[in-house]
T-cell receptor, first 111, second 110 residues
Framework: EAQVTQNPRYLITVTGKKLTVTCSQN?????MSWYRQDPGLGLRQIYY???????DKGDVPEGYKVSRKEKRNFPLILESPSPNQTSLYFC??????????FGPGTRLTVL | QKEVEQNSGPLSVPEGAIASLNCTYS??????FFWYRQYSGKSPELIMS????GDKEDGRFTAQLNKASQYVSLLIRDSQPSDSATYLC??????????FGTGTSLTVIP
């Protein structure tokens, strides 16, 4: 089944404790992206990647890191999480930066 | 700052009616336009994509694009209660970056 998977789905952590949210797609898509969704602010793009070893900042990259060492994986790293990074995170992929397929989401709470 | 504006709603229509959802965008260089549907607690799901001026129809859905007016819309014909969701408009900027509106909440009343 063609899909985008994210892990974990739910995470509660404390300020400053490094964490990684994994994202994987099995559709051989070139483009992958991370978004955060907050009430009243909608979906905002954090980082995106057009291909392996190519990453670019989206609208809200501060406090986040990403890497694209393999085509199928695009992990999101929070080196020192803060409470304002409490949000619902979505990973998405598309063939060439057009129609995106979204993962199920990761709900992160930073205390 | 690129902007995508949508009426937040809520928009309520009776079952069987036409629901009309609107979106404006600020970047004249935007080339690709998308409508996503998001049920409460779920991830966004692609409904329509449109790349050139005019109408594009897919089943009960019609997307309309007017680049001169920087306007894209989604019409849902014969609305069903299962269409009740939040509809997100998305556009691409330069460099393949995506910008989403905050969404319009639609309720279809049986």
């Amino acid at each position: 089944e063609a899909q985008v998977t994210q892990n974990p789905r739910y995470l509660i952590t404390v300020t400053g404790k490094k964490l990684t949210v994994t994202c994987s797609q099995n559709m051989n898509h070139e483009y992958m992206s991370w978004y955060r969704q907050d009430p009243g602010l909608g979906l905002r793009q954090i980082y995106y990647s057009m291909n392996v070893e190519v990453t670019d900042k989206g609208d809200v990259p501060e406090g986040y890191k990403v890497s694209r060492k393999e085509k199928r994986n695009f992990p999101l790293i929070l080196e020192s999480p803060s409470p304002n990074q409490t949000s619902l995170y979505f990973c998405a992929s598309s063939l060439q930066g057009n129609e995106q397929f979204f993962g199920p989401g990761t709900r992160l709470t930073v205390l | 700052q690129k902007e995508v504006e949508q009426n937040s709603g809520p928009l309520s229509v009776p079952e069987g009616a036409i629901a009309s959802l609107n979106c404006t965008y600020s970047d004249r260089g935007s080339q690709s336009f998308f409508w996503y549907r998001q049920y409460s607690g779920k991830s966004p799901e692609l409904i329509m994509s449109i790349y050139s001026n005019g109408d594009k129809e897919d089943g009960r859905f019609t997307a309309q694009l007017n680049k001169a007016s920087q306007y894209v819309s989604l019409l849902i014909r014969d609305s069903q209660p299962s269409d009740s969701a939040t509809y997100l408009c998305a556009v691409t900027g330069t460099g393949n970056q995506f910008y989403f509106g905050t969404g319009t909440s639609l309720t279809v009343i049986p």
